[in-house]
């Protein structure tokens, strides 16, 4: 990559072929079936791309948050098992329903609801979802015997498939995220107690599936391990034998030699030292560069590294590359692959006080997603 196709302000680059090997990677590795996480846009990837590369590489179910998330997938040509897991108040199951789509189930009312969008001769799938301690949804324990009882009973009667029991860890310790699979066991105990069978017991997302090999059970929820980035403080994407899928670039829109003691954008928070250069770097906050890593991003151009001059404005930000020869139309990398010698995005993450996953999730719609050439 060096240049942009004429015309093309910013884009985002993104390598399926790393996608399909990530999945292949992981799936080895952790031994287990693999349900690939393309929620929120395939974490901003492309939730179809996304979902067609991981299936490739050995993913046997994709997960979403929402119910239209999963019709969107639908509508996209993906015909592989789909969880949905967050669902409105209210909620009529019917479409998702006729779609094929698994919900999971986190109280009485879901459970119910979707029992209500069975037809006669097709029962529909359920994740029951249990809380093991996060503090978000799943059938809080004082419920369990009352909603496992009667999933069982919709079962019998052949209004819904119970396919699945899971939870969510928190990430918090090791101490933690093993004190909840503990709960999680408890309830797997208490769902054959009331006559469940289900075949996928699933609590781990990436990073426990692989830290903690206890958690990985029948399947693992792989996010954002599947987009080649690492959920880790302590371990880059290249430690755990991943590829970053995204490459997030822009062509340089404006080059202009400057005196010393020039304000650089709004607040003039940055001033040049000495007679310089100022390259223009059209993406800003509107396309999900993050603001707070104003004055600290770091970005490539020939080769080189700079770091974002001032405040980042919603469409653009200034580089001060000094006496470097940068031209109109010269590549700047925000982050992709850090082994070819780009930053991560992690290291945006560290400059704006976030974390990975938030850096890619939120690279907005006015940045044009390009398939890379395999
Ligand atoms: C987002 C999510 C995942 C994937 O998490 P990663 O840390 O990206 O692997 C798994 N399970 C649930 C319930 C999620 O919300």
């Not at 072929?17 to 929620?39: D, F, P």
């Not at 979802?129 to 324990?141: M, V």
Request: neutral net charge; glycine residues 10%.
């Amino acid at each position: 990559m060096s240049r942009l196709a004429p015309g093309v302000l910013r884009e985002a680059v993104i390598d399926t072929a790393a996608i399909t090997a990530n999945v292949r990677h992981l799936r080895r590795m952790l031994g287990v079936e693999v349900m690939a996480v393309v929620k929120a846009d395939g974490y901003g990837h492309g939730a179809v791309r996304s979902a067609a590369a991981a299936l490739a590489g050995g993913a046997s179910r994709l997960g979403v948050t929402d119910i239209d998330e999963a019709l969107q997938l639908r509508r996209g040509g993906i015909d592989a098992p789909i969880l949905a897991w967050l669902h409105a108040p209210g909620t009529a199951f019917d479409e998702a329903a006729a779609h094929g789509i698994e919900l999971g189930i986190s109280n009485m009312d879901q459970l119910q609801r979707a029992a209500a969008a069975a037809s006669a001769d097709r029962p529909v799938t359920v994740h029951l979802k249990l809380e093991t301690g996060l503090g978000r949804n799943g059938i809080a324990p004082a419920d369990a015997p009352a909603v496992l009882a009667e999933a069982a009973r919709l079962e019998r009667i052949g209004r819904l498939r119970v396919q699945g029991l899971f939870s969510h860890l928190s990430n918090t310790s090791h101490a933690d995220d093993l004190a909840a699979l503990a709960r999680f066991r408890e309830g797997m105990a208490a769902a054959s107690a009331a006559g469940l069978a289900p075949r996928l017991h699933h609590i781990a997302a990436t990073a426990a599936a692989i830290d903690l090999p206890d958690t990985r059970l029948d399947c693992v929820r792989l996010g954002i391990g599947v987009y080649g980035l690492s959920p880790f403080d302590d371990r880059t994407s290249a430690d755990l034998g991943l590829r970053p899928a995204m490459t997030v670039r822009a062509a340089v829109a404006a080059v202009r030699r400057v005196p010393a003691g020039q304000g650089v954008s709004y607040g003039y928070t940055y001033r040049t030292a000495r007679e310089t250069t100022l390259a223009l770097v059209p993406i800003g906050y509107a396309d999900g560069v993050p603001r707070q890593a104003s004055g600290a991003g770091p970005v490539v151009i020939r080769g080189r590294r700079f770091r974002v001059s001032g405040r980042i404005a919603m469409d653009q930000f200034i580089v001060d590359v000094g006496d470097t020869p940068v031209e109109i139309g010269d590549e700047a990398v925000l982050f992709g692959d850090a082994t070819l010698g780009v930053p991560g995005a992690e290291e945006w993450a560290d400059a704006a006080g976030t974390i990975n996953y938030e850096i890619v999730t939120r690279i907005g719609p006015r940045v044009p997603r390009r398939e890379a050439a395999s």
